[in-house]
């Protein structure tokens, strides 16, 4: 029986590795995994199942289908765009270049005469979301990756089911491990008011039945086609400060008024879709903001893509900065690329700056941070911890020009593993406001230095390299 079990842990460490051999992102990852599944097969395997893949089998694309194929309004959408003046004419070319770089990324046009507020903390997010809520007339999608049954998550549960007893159609949406602890009698609630409701699980599908390591990270919320929030926010009493340790808490969301709210609703079907295998029939034609004149594009990234949407939309946020480029993370545990992108950003004169929280709440990736600290300062990079309480927002500001501001962390899963969504944003008044934001915020950080890690104690330094080991799946 023992001679039985081991031929068939190295037989299924043979055939992963292959597949390992075949897939893996790197060659120095190949190797890695190879070696190990024939070498440990008996915790190799099960862990190259879980954490080894990076592609997302079976969730399909829907965002030609859903905008230009499913009716007549939808197939004429970038014709409405065009129709209003809605699409951007590029004035040299290098706006053209980068305009169709985003678009073949996004799958969708940067569009303009949007609006966008912005929303510094948990108050102001929540106030204007359930502002947006009582105001909808059609529907609302509603989708986040962390949802508790608490005194935040009990007040937008109400504001939906109001809503919904109206005859609004209202649509839930959540990640299935990021509110692992969301009870039943919660969705009961909402359910038997009318809330059509839905839970994201990666591991839905016999091809994606180990892939636990995926999520679903997105925060989206949009009203009637019209107004859509993305940003850091989950919905918790922490996110409102009211967590005994992790306090205050700083975070950021935006609401867009205009054409990209349809972009933000596009991704919120591709995820319905995947999660529920229907449509919802929605409004698919785009108006102007009232009032604003926003560029902006929504753009969605993820394990499925064909592309790693993600890392290239950072590395281009990167390598288009002529000026400056601030970036505001609670996570940063990327890979040598985006070091090597700020760095050179950096030689070339770029104020290179990176906001993290000095006060974690994961340990590893806490430590992670330490390790970056050398290399970065050697370009005279300024590293910044961020000292009151916790920061969770995810902002990044070009050339006081563009700003990104959505869910994904400046970290490996963000860009390999989970599904995110990023508002970019181009408008002098709005960037204004976003780095007036992140003044205030740097005033209540300190610099870092590398003699934090380089003076620090040997085990405190192999703690820290252990922990980049693991960057891989922060």
């Not at 509110?179 to 008011?193: E, I, K, N, T, V």
């Not at 999520?215 to 009493?237: L, P, Q, S, T, Y």
């Amino acid at each position: 029986m023992r001679v039985l079990v081991f031929l068939v842990a190295h037989l299924l460490g043979a055939i992963s590795s292959v597949q390992a051999i075949m897939s893996t992102r790197t060659a120095q990852g190949a190797i890695a995994w190879a070696i190990s599944l024939n070498t440990f097969p008996y915790v190799a395997v099960p862990a190259y199942w879980v954490f080894g893949r990076s592609k997302f089998d079976g969730y399909h694309m829907k965002r030609h289908a859903t905008m230009l194929a499913e009716s007549e309004t939808e197939r004429n959408v970038i014709g409405l765009l065009a129709e209003g003046g809605m699409l951007i004419d590029p004035k040299n070319a290098i706006d053209l270049r980068r305009k169709t770089l985003l678009e073949n990324l996004a799958q969708m046009p940067v569009t303009r005469f949007n609006d966008a507020d912005l929303l510094i903390d948990g108050e102001a997010t929540f106030d204007a979301i359930v502002e947006g809520i009582t105001e909808a007339t059609d529907y609302v999608l509603f989708q986040f990756y962390i949802i508790h049954d608490d005194d935040l998550g009990n007040r937008l549960k109400d504001a939906l089911i109001a809503k919904a007893k109206e005859g609004v159609s209202v649509f839930f949406l959540y990640d299935a491990l990021g509110s692992y602890s969301l009870p039943d009698a919660y969705l009961s609630q909402l359910r038997d008011a009318g809330v059509q409701t839905a839970a994201f699980r990666t591991t839905r599908g016999w091809q994606n039945r180990f892939r636990v390591n995926f999520r679903n990270h997105r925060k989206i919320v949009v009203i009637d086609g019209k107004e859509a929030f993305v940003g850091g926010h989950n919905v918790g009493d922490e996110y409102l400060g009211k967590d005994d340790t992790l306090t205050p808490w700083r975070d950021t969301h935006v609401a867009v008024r205009g054409p990209t709210a349809l972009e933000a609703q596009v991704t919120f079907v591709e995820d319905w879709s995947w999660a529920t295998g229907n449509i919802p029939e929605l409004n698919w034609e785009p108006h102007r903001a009232p009032q604003g004149d926003v560029r902006a594009l929504c753009l969605p990234t993820g394990p499925a893509d064909n592309l790693e949407t993600g890392t290239l939309m950072l590395l281009d946020l990167i390598n288009s900065s002529t000026e400056s480029i601030w970036i505001a993370t609670p996570y940063f545990a990327p890979d040598q690329q985006f070091v090597s992108a700020l760095q050179l950003a950096s030689l070339r004169g770029v104020d290179v700056r990176i906001l993290v929280p000095e006060q974690y709440d994961n340990f590893v990736v806490g430590m992670t941070v330490y390790s970056y600290l050398e290399e970065l300062e050697e370009t005279s990079i300024k590293f910044h911890w961020y000292e009151r309480g916790f920061m969770h927002q995810k902002v990044i500001l070009v050339d006081g020009k563009t700003a990104a501001i959505g869910t994904a962390n400046f970290d490996n899963r963000s860009m390999r593993l989970n599904f995110e969504v990023t508002m970019l944003l181009e408008d002098a008044e709005f960037a204004a406001s976003v780095e007036q934001m992140l003044e205030t915020d740097f005033q209540h950080s300190r610099l870092a230095s590398a003699a934090e890690y380089r003076d620090g104690s040997l085990p405190f330094r192999f703690a820290v390299r252990v922990c980049r080991l693991f960057a891989p799946i922060q």
